[in-house]
C-alpha cells in the first residue's frame, strides 16, 4: 500500500536541520516504504524553483508553484507575474502540475487585505489563462475565498488543509473543486473537519501532510513528513467505515485525476 500526499514543502530547511541525515535520505526511504506520490508546494519564486529542483530528483515527486499570503510583500511581483511565471509552468521539464499555494489568511493581524485580494485574483486569472488547476490557502478567509472560487467559474482547484464547513465544501465540489485534508482530520476535537470528510463525495477528496508543519495525532508539534501520512489516511478510513487500503487507492486515483499525472 501507497499513500499519495498531496501537499508538502521538502524545500523548508527543518528537515535538514531536524533529521539525523537530512531530506535526501528522508525522502529516499519514504518513497521506499509508504509513499507513492508527493506534489512538493513552493510558497514565492524562490521556494518554488527549490520545490522545482527536488521534484526533478526524485520521479514520484511533482512541484506546484505560486505566491502564497504570507509571502507578498514584493508588490513588484505583481506587474511581473504572468511575465515571470508563464515560462516556468510551460517547461514540461519543471513538472510544476498545479498553480499555488495562493488564497488568503487573515489569522495573523494585521494583515494587508486588499493586497492579498490583489495577489490571488491575479493568480487565479494567470491559472485560468494557463488551464492550470490551483491550490487553495484558505486561512479564517471562506467567505472572500470562495467568493473568488465564484468569480473564476473556468478554474478548478483544491482547498488544502480544508477547514471550513460540510456545507462549503459540498458547494465547493459542486464547482469542480477537490478537498484535501491534512493531519487536522485525525485531531480529536476537530469535529467540523472530520464533518466535512463526511459529507463529500470520496472522488473529490485528497490527503496531505502540510509537512513540515500538521503533524497528525500522536504525532502533534512534531516535524511532520509523508511518512505520517498513514494516521490521516486512518482517520478517513474511521470516517468512511472503510480500509485503509481502500483510503490508500481513492486518494491516490484522485490526486492523479486532479493533478492530471
Ligand atoms: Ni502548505
Same mark, same amino acid.
Given at each position: 500500500?501507497?499513500?499519495?500526499?498531496?501537499?508538502?514543502?521538502?524545500?523548508?530547511?527543518?528537515?535538514?536541520?531536524?533529521?539525523?541525515?537530512?531530506?535526501?535520505?528522508?525522502?529516499?526511504?519514504?518513497?521506499?516504504?509508504?509513499?507513492?506520490?508527493?506534489?512538493?508546494?513552493?510558497?514565492?519564486?524562490?521556494?518554488?524553483?527549490?520545490?522545482?529542483?527536488?521534484?526533478?530528483?526524485?520521479?514520484?515527486?511533482?512541484?506546484?508553484?505560486?505566491?502564497? #499570503?504570507?509571502?507578498?510583500?514584493?508588490?513588484?511581483?505583481?506587474?511581473?507575474?504572468?511575465?515571470?511565471?508563464?515560462?516556468?509552468?510551460?517547461? #514540461?521539464?519543471?513538472?510544476? $502540475?498545479?498553480?499555488?499555494?495562493?488564497?488568503?489568511?487573515?489569522?495573523?493581524?494585521?494583515?494587508?487585505?486588499?493586497?492579498?485580494?490583489?495577489?490571488?485574483?491575479?493568480?487565479?486569472?494567470?491559472?485560468?489563462?494557463?488551464?492550470?488547476? $490551483?491550490?487553495?490557502?484558505?486561512?479564517?478567509?471562506?467567505?472572500?475565498?470562495?467568493?473568488? $472560487?465564484?468569480?473564476?467559474?473556468?478554474?478548478?482547484?483544491?482547498?488544502?488543509?480544508?477547514?471550513?464547513?460540510?456545507?462549503?465544501?459540498?458547494?465547493?465540489?459542486?464547482?469542480?473543486?477537490?478537498?484535501?485534508?491534512?493531519?487536522?482530520?485525525?485531531?480529536?476535537?476537530?469535529?467540523?473537519?472530520?464533518?466535512?470528510?463526511?459529507?463529500? #463525495?470520496?472522488?473529490?477528496?485528497?490527503?496531505?501532510?502540510?509537512?513540515?508543519?500538521?503533524?497528525?495525532?500522536?504525532?502533534?508539534?512534531?516535524?511532520?513528513?509523508?511518512?505520517?501520512?498513514?494516521?490521516?489516511?486512518?482517520?478517513?478510513?474511521?470516517?468512511?467505515?472503510?480500509?485503509?487500503?481502500?483510503?490508500?487507492?481513492?486518494?491516490?486515483?484522485?490526486?492523479?485525476?486532479?493533478?492530471?499525472?
Amino acid at each position: 500500500m501507497k499513500l499519495f500526499d498531496s501537499h508538502a514543502h521538502y524545500w523548508d530547511q527543518r528537515f535538514d536541520d531536524e533529521t539525523e541525515n537530512g531530506v535526501d535520505d528522508l525522502l529516499t526511504n519514504l518513497f521506499r516504504e509508504t509513499v507513492g506520490g508527493i506534489v512538493n508546494v513552493g510558497t514565492n519564486l524562490e521556494t518554488t524553483m527549490l520545490s522545482v529542483r527536488q521534484a526533478q530528483t526524485y520521479p514520484f515527486m511533482y512541484a506546484a508553484g505560486g505566491i502564497h #499570503p504570507g509571502d507578498i510583500s514584493d508588490m513588484d511581483s505583481l506587474d511581473a507575474l504572468e511575465k515571470i511565471w508563464t515560462p516556468l509552468f510551460q517547461n #514540461p521539464l519543471n513538472k510544476l $502540475v498545479a498553480l499555488g499555494e495562493i488564497g488568503l489568511d487573515y489569522h495573523y493581524t494585521p494583515f494587508d487585505k486588499a493586497r492579498q485580494m490583489a495577489f490571488f485574483e491575479a493568480q487565479m486569472a494567470l491559472a485560468e489563462k494557463l488551464s492550470l488547476p $490551483v491550490i487553495i490557502h484558505d486561512r479564517e478567509a471562506h467567505g472572500d475565498c470562495f467568493d473568488m $472560487v465564484r468569480k473564476f467559474p473556468n478554474v478548478r482547484g483544491v482547498f488544502h488543509s480544508y477547514s471550513g464547513s460540510a456545507e462549503m465544501a459540498k458547494a465547493l465540489v459542486s464547482r469542480g473543486y477537490y478537498i484535501s485534508f491534512s493531519g487536522t482530520v485525525s485531531f480529536k476535537n476537530a469535529r467540523n473537519v472530520k464533518e466535512a470528510a463526511s459529507a463529500v #463525495p470520496k472522488e473529490f477528496i485528497l490527503i496531505e501532510t502540510d509537512a513540515p508543519y500538521l503533524a497528525p495525532h500522536p504525532y502533534r508539534g512534531r516535524l511532520n513528513h509523508s511518512g505520517y501520512l498513514l494516521h490521516t489516511a486512518e482517520a478517513i478510513a474511521q470516517i468512511w467505515q472503510t480500509s485503509l487500503d481502500e483510503v490508500a487507492e481513492i486518494t491516490e486515483k484522485n490526486a492523479k485525476a486532479f493533478f492530471n499525472l
